[in-house]
């Protein structure tokens, strides 16, 4: 999901003539290395504007979302009840998941119901990853891991199992892990509908908007060379669940 915040121009302001930062925050997975990558190599004019881009983990970008640090934000959908007095949804840059989600994963086979009695390792509480683990089980027993050291940490015996976003979803079977519970794919049965992956904005001045939304939307079309030719933060776009 995307977000924007409110800049400290007058109403009346004028921007002709100059050229105003954008700052833009997303995370390095290969999702989001697909949909900016537009931007991030000028494939993409955006003349009077300019972006900044800022890579972090998504429980740091839903975090920072919370103090407005970005005018636009990559988050998790979890996360915009608690920002939407500073961000407003955007309408392009969201996505779905269909059929696949974060997952549950251990080094041993537990059964559904005895894995809602371990301790899991977290991506972060504003994670759509960790509310969707809340809803499967409520009240069950976590403690946040960055994401990447949840699979190792987990390997170590340090916890009995995690749960896992991004390309660790395709790679957790080479570990030895066994994928106890995939959320999207329970979350999918219980309610029929996709997993929400949304991209969130902040209130950006109006005139900034009209020049900038445009810029923002077509970023896709410019993102689809061959993967080869995409550079080093890129891969499979589907790769993973955001988070």
């Avoid at 972060?124 to 509310?131: K, Q, V």
């Avoid at 949304?198 to 923002?216: D, I, K, T």
Wanted: charged share 20%.
């Amino acid at each position: 999901m995307t977000v924007a915040s409110e800049i400290s121009k007058a109403p009346g302001s004028s921007f002709a003539g100059q050229v105003r930062e954008i700052t833009v925050a997303h995370s390095p997975d290969s999702d989001d290395a697909f949909m900016f990558y537009g931007l991030a190599t000028n494939k993409v004019r955006t003349p009077g504007l300019h972006f900044t881009h800022t890579l972090c983990d998504i429980e740091t970008l839903n975090q920072k979302a919370r103090e407005g640090v970005y005018d636009v934000s990559a988050i998790s959908f979890h996360a915009y009840p608690y920002v939407q007095d500073k961000y407003a949804l955007m309408s392009c840059g969201g996505s779905v998941g269909e059929g696949y989600g974060p997952m549950i994963v251990s080094p041993r086979p537990f059964t559904a119901a005895e894995i809602k009695t371990k301790r899991i390792a977290v991506p972060g509480t504003l994670t759509t990853a960790y509310l969707a683990l809340q809803l499967f089980a409520p009240g069950i027993e976590t403690e946040v891991v960055p994401f990447d050291q949840i699979i190792p940490q987990v390997l170590e015996g340090k916890y009995e199992a995690g749960l896992i976003i991004h390309e660790g979803q395709l790679t957790y079977d080479k570990s030895g892990l066994h994928r106890i519970v995939d959320l999207g794919k329970w979350w999918g049965k219980v309610t029929g509908l996709s997993r929400p992956r949304p991209r969130v904005r902040r209130q950006v001045h109006r005139h900034v908007c009209q020049r900038a939304h445009p810029r923002l939307r077509p970023r896709r079309q410019g993102s689809r060379p061959p993967p080869a030719r995409h550079g080093p933060q890129s891969g499979n776009h589907r790769a993973g669940s955001k988070g």
